[in-house]
């Protein structure tokens, strides 16, 4: 379906304010930014068509937010289907690393870097090992520091769900991380 040039500029007077918000949220969730990409712009092919529906969204931002996590869940299983790539592979250290650096020890010298490099590899690890749902929860809530009631209308869930998840996914996180410091 082709849009007229006013609603194509509806669509992106609507949309753009959002981009690096959800470009951001996608780099998040994949772990790279290619994928990070291909995700956003699944998201806007998605959309463009719907121009007429987005006009309608109260509050735009939480609802992009949602659409962006389902399709992320879909693309996931999928691919998990498929067999095609592990999650865990879907970045490098690099990638990762800008939720890593509040890890940094700057300035305490060789050995706390040493030390800072160790953690943050296991951190990444761990995170990687997490379900892909349980992975986007500790991103939306920890790293991205998203208000609760925001997480659950994005995931469509009551917000005491949310508490339980991160409950269960902080601990599962948690026994990923003991059993890796185990000789």
């Not at 529906?53 to 735009?60: N, P, S």
């Not at 289907?81 to 690099?94: K, M, N």
Request: charged letters at 35%.
């Amino acid at each position: 379906m082709f849009l007229t040039r006013s609603q194509a500029k509806e669509f992106d007077r609507l949309v753009k304010p959002h981009l690096r918000m959800l470009y951001r949220f996608a780099c998040r969730l994949t772990g790279n930014p290619d994928d990070a990409e291909d995700l956003v712009q699944e998201v806007m092919l998605k959309l463009y068509p719907k121009t007429q529906e987005l006009r309608e969204v109260e509050d735009l931002q939480p609802w992009l937010n949602r659409v962006l996590y389902r399709c992320f869940v879909d693309r996931s299983r999928r691919e998990k289907r498929r067999h095609e790539q592990a999650f865990s592979d879907l970045g490098s250290d690099e990638d990762h690393n800008a939720f890593l650096d509040r890890f940094s020890g700057e300035g305490l010298g060789p050995l706390a870097d040493m030390e800072n490099d160790r953690a943050r590899t296991m951190i990444h690890s761990a995170l990687d090992e997490l379900a892909p749902d349980q992975r986007a929860l500790i991103v939306m809530y920890d790293v991205e520091g998203w208000p609760q009631d925001d997480i659950a209308e994005v995931l469509d869930v009551a917000p005491g769900t949310i508490k339980s998840r991160l409950s269960r996914c902080r601990a599962r996180l948690r026994e990923i991380i003991l059993a890796k410091m185990e000789p």
